[in-house]
């Protein structure tokens, strides 16, 4: 079974930057596709982020140029560095995990579907 706890949300005034954790209890994440979603309320969670065993990523447009992920296999740890935040980057952000594969930084990797394990997510608030 693996287990995801995501940390690091707080509440930041427009503009500032928060970095995500999300520590996953697998062997060793080396073998996994790891994601970051979102969810606002009254919306659907949506795919923000996700990185591949091979550390190649895939970025929603929303967030490309603001948002980055990356990983340390040392730690099983996987990062969301958010930059430049705005009031619409809102949500309870969650991660996800699933056996790495081509689809984690194509299309598939931005729908919930495909992602086995999640965590229980970290609410992220951006005011203006």
């Known amino acids: 079974q693996v287990q995801l706890v995501e940390s690091g949300g707080a509440s930041v005034q427009a503009g500032g930057s928060l970095r995500l954790s999300c520590a996953v209890s697998?062997?060793?994440?080396?073998?996994?596709?790891v994601g970051w979603f979102r969810q606002a309320p009254g919306k659907e969670r949506e795919g923000v982020a996700s990185i591949n065993s091979d550390g190649s990523t895939r970025y929603a447009d929303s967030v490309k140029g603001r948002f980055t992920i990356s990983k340390d296999n040392a730690k099983n740890t996987v990062y969301l560095q958010m930059n430049s935040l705005k009031p619409e980057d809102t949500a309870m952000y969650y991660c996800a995990a699933d056996r790495a594969g081509s689809w984690c930084v194509g299309f598939h990797g931005s729908l919930k579907v495909w992602y086995a394990y999640w965590g229980q997510g970290t609410q992220v608030t951006v005011s203006s």
């Open positions: 697998a062997y060793t994440i080396s073998s996994y596709c």
